[in-house]
Each structure stands twice: as structure tokens, then as C-alpha cells.
């Protein structure tokens, strides 16, 4: 039998889930600093209280979207392309599953690191963080696999790769055209050689 006290904790987890979730997609649209209480429990169906019980702050709020779109960009966008060899062929593999997250919708604003960088770029404080670790992980994880493909200098070649992503996802939000992203895609692997 389930006590009353581990009846909440798992309310209180799916909550934490679901405000996490809507507050990272609403990050895509409006930006981080848009998330607030009322708009969040509007968006969930979640009470103002409930939210207000599993995150304290609307700052909490705020690194809470950041670290499940970290989860979400790590189950579908790397995982993907894990099972690949190291360097050209898990590039490839990774240009391959962030269009594929991008045309699947995960996040109705595009890239979830693209929007939340620009946002949060010139600040300070724990959301900023966040934001920044999120985005110094995947230029990371950029360079080792152009080191493993053998290139001449890694983090020039991870700064390019990730700006044709960064600009085909920009583009494709504006000017509302998927084909931007297969523009990118092109671009992205050429510096493959």
C-alpha cells in the first residue's frame, strides 16, 4: 500500500514534469522570461498552487525548462547518434537527428538551445548558467567528434557547424520554410570535408 506522503511525491513529480515541459516549449515561442506562474498553470491545466509546490521561484521555473530540454536534446537529438563511430559518421549521424527534431516538432518554436542562447547571452545568474551549459555541452561534444574525425582545428570547425545549425534553424522560424534546414544540413556537412 502506497502512504499518502509517496502519493504526493509522485503528484508533486508529475507536476514538476509537466510545468518543466510546457515551460521549456513556451521558452521556444516567448522566451524564458515569459514563463510565469499564472501563464504556466493556464498552459498545463495545473494549479497556480501546485506549480507554486514543486518550484518555489519562477527562477526554479526557469532552470527547470533549461534542464529537460537538456534531457529532451539528449534522448533526441545525441542518443540517436551514439551507436555511430566516433567523428564523420556520428557528425553525420548528429545533423541527421537535430533536423529530425526540429521537423518532428519536439519544440514548437524550433531549437530549444538556439532561442534560450541568444535570450540569455549578455546575463548572469543561475538561468544564464544553465542556458550556457547547455550550449558549452553540445559545442563540446561538437569538438571531440571533430577531433576523433581527424580535423586540423576542432573548435573552428565545431564554432561553423553549430552556426549553419543555428542558422538554418533561425531561418526555417522565419521565414517559415523547412527547406532551410536541409540548406544547413548541406553547408554543415561540407565542413566535413
Not at 498553470?41 to 529537460?68: M, N, Y
Not at 564554432?159 to 526555417?172: E, I
Request: proline share 3%.
Amino acid at each position: 500500500m502506497v502512504s499518502p506522503v509517496d502519493g504526493r511525491r509522485a503528484r508533486g513529480d508529475v507536476t514538476r514534469r509537466t510545468a518543466a515541459r510546457k515551460a521549456a516549449e513556451i521558452a521556444t515561442t516567448h522566451g524564458l522570461d515569459a514563463i510565469t506562474v499564472g501563464a504556466l498553470a493556464t498552459a498545463t491545466g495545473l494549479s497556480k498552487s501546485g506549480i507554486l509546490t514543486v518550484f518555489a521561484t519562477r527562477e526554479e521555473i526557469q532552470v527547470a525548462a533549461v534542464a529537460e530540454a537538456r534531457r529532451i536534446y539528449q534522448a533526441t537529438v545525441i542518443a540517436p547518434a551514439w551507436d555511430h563511430e566516433p567523428g564523420d559518421r556520428r557528425l553525420r549521424a548528429l545533423v541527421d537527428s537535430w533536423i529530425a527534431y526540429l521537423l518532428d516538432g519536439v519544440f514548437p518554436g524550433g531549437c530549444f538551445v538556439a532561442a534560450t542562447s541568444v535570450e540569455y547571452g549578455h546575463r548572469r545568474g543561475p538561468v544564464a548558467d544553465a542556458v550556457r551549459r547547455l550550449k558549452r555541452e553540445w559545442l563540446e561534444l561538437l569538438e571531440s567528434e571533430f577531433a576523433a574525425a581527424g580535423s586540423a582545428d576542432p573548435s573552428a570547425d565545431a564554432f561553423t557547424f553549430d552556426a549553419l545549425l543555428t542558422a538554418g534553424n533561425v531561418r526555417r522560424e522565419l521565414f517559415g520554410d523547412d527547406r532551410e534546414l536541409e540548406t544547413a544540413r548541406r553547408l554543415a556537412l561540407a565542413v566535413l570535408g
